[in-house]
């Protein structure tokens, strides 16, 4: 600023106005009914907690002790496996009824479409309730070739599906008609180019499909896969009309011998709301890493937020002092 | 004089400099989408080690005809040979019948295929995109398709971006990388469909300049564009194409400075 060896004292005088006319503190709009909205929701949400944690007619302690029963922790485990089973499964079955539906045979695409249509269109209780009844159905159940005597394995029904079993077909093959549609439209949101460049260098379809497209349609595929996930994850709880004892069939059994019907509702939900807490974190670790690629640099980890937190300090650096004067 | 011979070059033509055989022979190519006829009767022979621009109009049926060498369309009549290798059907008398994806897949292998829109592999970094097929299909030792990938990369001037993503890349970066990926498969030809077509014009010149180092290192290529002085400057065939014949084909001082036909004065005159 003091670059002119000249006349300082003058100079200092002609750039003084200058810089002091610019110079103008800017106030942001004052917005009084923020703070008005935040008092009002943080008392209503006070008053509800209030109520809840006087309310005498709740026993907490019974809510503690039964928070760590051992028949509690049964179902949470029962729940777990049933959710990752019929997951891992629908999820396999829902690529084989996508690749029907995309498919160009007509009887391929319309059987899978039957299936969507069939599986969605009826209500899930229905359906658990259905394969339960299996027994009723067939007393025997048959592999072998249609139509011919000729059989490889037969089995009785009720000894092959027991509730458990039965659960599981309906929650997997339900899901399977939900997941197809998600896979068949991440399969859709891969640009066809890809393809042909797949193709041009040589690649069979399967590798393409393997190794190219899939991919590239699993970042469309993950977020609402992780959704389904913790629908599953709840949609457990219907399997109780079949007595099989995941966690909410176990709660009501406690609570059908202690009368405690509340408590153990809440203790169910408090372990459906952990579980579905701790579902969400491969869910972000898997969508970065299908994310590789999509965005110029990767978000980072919750971790890495943490971190970054704790190290740089909340002090914003003023600005650095501007060497530029106005020229007159 | 407005179609090829689809036998090699004469001994006493003109441009009789490549006397080498043909690596790419299309005989009556015929091809429509529906009712409508995109490729009639189509003759083209491109001799090993040359370049072939074809020019024309949009719907001329040029990228069709390109994409018929690859057998990414299936063609309804005439025959394409590459190396003397019927493309994409096998010969049973007077017909052929289509091959399997498989068998169509290991042609494929020998001839690089370079697009308007790049095409990379959004999930991939440069470099994987370049190893991705040499390793997965072709088998070769992940560490020498790395390093061979490494020149390939340095060789379009790109040394510095093997860890970047597509999408970290500009256009012509990534054509570049496009480009580098094909020719890590080895091909004996290289197909080139309107590869400036989706740049900034400030980057065409890197793209031309490595398709032009390609061509003065004795690659085969076909090239569909609508760049004339690249034509000119490395051409050594130019083909003009409209309504799905070849109207016009010899060499660029020919086709580009003394055409004969009213149709190629007229699409020379409005690319200009």
Same mark, same amino acid.
């Given at each position: 600023?003091?670059?002119?060896? &000249? &006349?300082?004292?003058?100079?200092?005088?002609?750039?003084?106005?200058?810089?002091?006319?610019?110079?103008?503190?800017?106030?942001?709009?004052?917005?009084?009914?923020?703070?008005?909205?935040?008092?009002?929701?943080?008392?209503?949400?006070?008053?509800?907690?209030?109520?809840?944690?006087?309310?005498?007619? /709740?026993?907490?302690?019974?809510?503690?002790?039964?928070?760590?029963?051992?028949?509690?922790?049964?179902?949470?485990?029962?729940? %777990?496996?049933?959710?990752? /089973?019929?997951? /891992?499964?629908?999820?396999?079955?829902?690529?084989?009824?996508?690749?029907?539906?995309?498919?160009?045979? @007509?009887? %391929?695409?319309?059987?899978?479409?039957?299936?969507?249509?069939?599986?969605?269109?009826?209500?899930? %209780?229905?359906?658990?309730?259905?394969?339960?009844?299996?027994?009723? #159905? !067939?007393?025997?159940?048959?592999?072998?070739?249609?139509?011919?005597?000729?059989?490889?394995?037969?089995?009785?029904?009720?000894?092959?599906?027991?509730?458990?079993?039965?659960?599981?077909?309906?929650?997997?093959?339900?899901?399977?008609? !939900?997941?197809?549609?998600?896979?068949?439209?991440?399969?859709?949101?891969?640009?066809?180019?890809?393809?042909?460049?797949?193709?041009? #260098?040589?690649?069979?379809?399967?590798?393409?499909?393997?190794?190219?497209?899939?991919?590239?349609?699993?970042?469309?595929?993950?977020?609402?896969?992780?959704?389904?996930?913790?629908?599953?994850?709840?949609?457990?709880?219907?399997?109780?009309?079949?007595?099989?004892?995941?966690?909410?069939?176990?709660?009501?059994?406690?609570?059908?011998?202690?009368?405690?019907?509340?408590?153990?509702?809440?203790?169910?939900?408090?372990?459906?709301?952990?579980?579905?807490?701790?579902?969400?974190?491969?869910?972000?670790?898997?969508?970065?890493?299908?994310?590789?690629?999509?965005?110029?640099?990767?978000? @980072?980890?919750?971790?890495?937020?943490?971190? &970054?937190?704790?190290?740089?300090?909340?002090?914003?650096?003023?600005?650095?002092?501007?060497?530029?004067?106005?020229?007159? | 004089?407005?179609?090829?011979?689809?036998?090699?070059?004469?001994?006493?033509?003109?441009? =009789?400099?490549?006397?080498?055989? =043909?690596?790419?022979?299309? *005989?009556?190519?015929? $091809?429509?989408?529906?009712?409508?006829?995109?490729?009639?009767?189509?003759?083209?022979?491109?001799?090993?080690?040359?370049?072939?621009?074809?020019?024309?109009?949009?719907?001329?049926? $040029?990228?069709?005809?390109?994409?018929?060498?690859?057998?990414?369309?299936?063609?309804?009549?005439?025959?394409?040979?590459?190396?003397?290798? +019927?493309?994409?059907?096998?010969?049973?008398?007077?017909?052929?019948?289509?091959?399997?994806?498989?068998?169509?897949?290991?042609?494929?292998?020998?001839?690089?295929?370079?697009?308007? $829109?790049?095409?990379?592999?959004?999930?991939?970094?440069?470099?994987?995109?370049?190893?991705?097929?040499?390793?997965?299909?072709?088998?070769?030792?992940? =560490? $020498?398709?790395?390093?061979?990938?490494?020149?390939?990369?340095?060789?379009?001037?790109?040394?510095?971006?093997?860890?970047?993503?597509?999408?970290?890349?500009?256009?012509?970066?990534?054509?570049?990388?496009?480009?580098?990926?094909?020719?890590?498969?080895?091909?004996?030809?290289? +197909?080139?469909?309107?590869?400036?077509?989706?740049?900034?014009?400030?980057?065409?010149?890197?793209?031309?300049?490595?398709?032009?180092?390609? =061509?003065?290192?004795?690659?085969?290529?076909?090239?569909?564009?609508?760049?004339?002085?690249?034509? *000119?400057?490395?051409?050594?065939?130019?083909?003009?194409?409209?309504?799905?014949?070849?109207?016009?084909?010899?060499?660029?001082?020919?086709?580009?400075?003394?055409?004969?036909?009213? *149709?190629?004065?007229?699409?020379?005159?409005?690319?200009?």
């Amino acid at each position: 600023m003091t670059t002119a060896p &000249a &006349a300082p004292a003058e100079q200092g005088i002609a750039v003084a106005p200058d810089a002091t006319d610019d110079d103008v503190r800017a106030i942001p709009l004052r917005r009084p009914w923020r703070w008005i909205g935040a008092a009002v929701v943080l008392l209503f949400a006070a008053g509800f907690l209030t109520s809840v944690l006087t309310n005498p007619n /709740i026993d907490f302690a019974a809510i503690g002790q039964f928070l760590v029963d051992p028949r509690i922790f049964d179902g949470v485990v029962l729940t %777990l496996v049933i959710t990752l /089973i019929a997951m /891992i499964v629908s999820t396999l079955l829902a690529i084989v009824i996508a690749a029907m539906r995309l498919s160009s045979n @007509p009887v %391929l695409s319309s059987v899978a479409w039957c299936y969507v249509w069939a599986f969605r269109g009826t209500p899930l %209780l229905v359906q658990i309730v259905l394969w339960g009844y299996l027994g009723l #159905l !067939y007393e025997q159940l048959t592999i072998g070739i249609p139509f011919t005597d000729i059989v490889f394995w037969q089995i009785d029904t009720n000894v092959l599906i027991t509730a458990m079993v039965a659960g599981l077909l309906a929650l997997t093959l339900n899901q399977a008609a !939900y997941s197809s549609e998600i896979v068949r439209a991440g399969m859709l949101s891969v640009d066809e180019g890809q393809r042909e460049a797949a193709f041009s #260098l040589g690649m069979s379809p399967l590798y393409t499909f393997r190794r190219v497209l899939l991919p590239q349609a699993m970042r469309v595929i993950i977020p609402p896969m992780g959704n389904e996930t913790i629908s599953m994850l709840k949609n457990t709880s219907l399997l109780s009309v079949i007595a099989v004892l995941e966690i909410y069939t176990q709660a009501t059994v406690i609570s059908s011998q202690n009368l405690k019907q509340v408590e153990l509702l809440i203790v169910a939900s408090l372990w459906y709301l952990l579980m579905t807490s701790i579902l969400s974190i491969p869910q972000y670790y898997l969508e970065r890493r299908f994310g590789r690629g999509s965005s110029r640099t990767l978000p @980072p980890t919750p971790w890495q937020r943490l971190r &970054a937190t704790f190290t740089t300090r909340r002090a914003v650096e003023p600005a650095p002092e501007t060497k530029a004067v106005s020229a007159v | 004089m407005n179609t090829i011979a689809t036998t090699p070059p004469a001994a006493g033509t003109a441009s =009789a400099a490549v006397d080498a055989r =043909a690596l790419v022979e299309i *005989r009556r190519v015929r $091809k429509s989408f529906g009712a409508h006829q995109v490729l009639r009767d189509v003759s083209l022979a491109v001799p090993e080690g040359t370049v072939t621009v074809l020019l024309g109009p949009s719907g001329s049926g $040029k990228s069709t005809l390109l994409r018929c060498i690859n057998h990414l369309e299936s063609i309804d009549g005439g025959r394409i040979l590459v190396d003397g290798e +019927l493309i994409g059907y096998r010969q049973a008398g007077h017909t052929t019948h289509e091959m399997t994806p498989r068998q169509i897949a290991r042609q494929r292998r020998d001839i690089g295929m370079v697009f308007q $829109k790049f095409n990379l592999f959004p999930h991939l970094t440069a470099l994987e995109n370049i190893t991705e097929a040499p390793v997965g299909i072709a088998g070769v030792p992940r =560490a $020498k398709a790395k390093a061979r990938a490494r020149e390939l990369l340095d060789r379009v001037g790109l040394a510095d971006f093997a860890g970047h993503y597509p999408s970290q890349l500009s256009g012509g970066q990534q054509q570049r990388v496009a480009i580098a990926r094909a020719l890590a498969m080895d091909p004996k030809l290289m +197909l080139f469909d309107e590869p400036t077509s989706a740049l900034d014009p400030e980057l065409v010149g890197d793209v031309l300049d490595v398709m032009r180092e390609l =061509a003065n290192d004795g690659m085969t290529m076909i090239v569909v564009t609508h760049e004339i002085g690249f034509a *000119r400057g490395v051409a050594d065939q130019v083909v003009f194409m409209d309504g799905g014949v070849v109207v016009e084909a010899g060499p660029p001082g020919e086709v580009l400075d003394r055409p004969q036909r009213q *149709r190629t004065r007229n699409f020379l005159e409005s690319v200009r």
